[in-house]
């Protein structure tokens, strides 16, 4: 079974950082794209970043100089560094991926999602 499975996340006080990483797992072949959304409450699900097989980025406009998306091929993991950090941040980030698997089955997976609660 091709899975993400994410770690990190929790409170942080505005002005802090906080890392959230993502590692797929399974009988994987290839992965895509990788990427991290966001779903605050009452909100609809958007992009913050995203990172292509080559390294190719994009970041919300919101998000632009505050946090970083990295990923590590060997590990199929990908990583987002939030700085900085503001209180309009808080929600569920979920990590995405587009994977071809063992047997060349193309799937577009999420994660179960880690909550990031920025308060004082």
């Known amino acids: 079974q091709v899975q993400l499975v994410e770690s990190g996340g929790g409170l942080v006080q505005p002005g802090g950082s906080l890392s959230v990483s993502c590692a797929a797992s399974?009988?994987?072949?290839?992965?895509?794209?990788m990427g991290w959304y966001r779903q605050a409450p009452g909100k609809q699900r958007e992009l913050v970043a995203h990172i292509e097989s080559g390294g190719r980025r994009n970041y919300a406009d919101s998000v632009k100089g505050r946090f970083t998306i990295s990923r590590d091929n060997p590990k199929n993991t990908v990583y987002l560094q939030m700085n900085s950090l503001k209180p309009e941040d808080t929600a569920v980030y979920y990590c995405?991926?587009?994977?071809?698997?063992?047997?060349?089955?193309?799937?577009?997976?999420w994660g179960q999602g880690t909550l990031v609660t920025v308060s004082s």
């Open positions: 995405h991926a587009t994977v071809v698997t063992s047997v060349g089955r193309y799937l577009e997976l």
């Open positions: 399974g009988s994987i072949y290839s992965i895509n794209a």
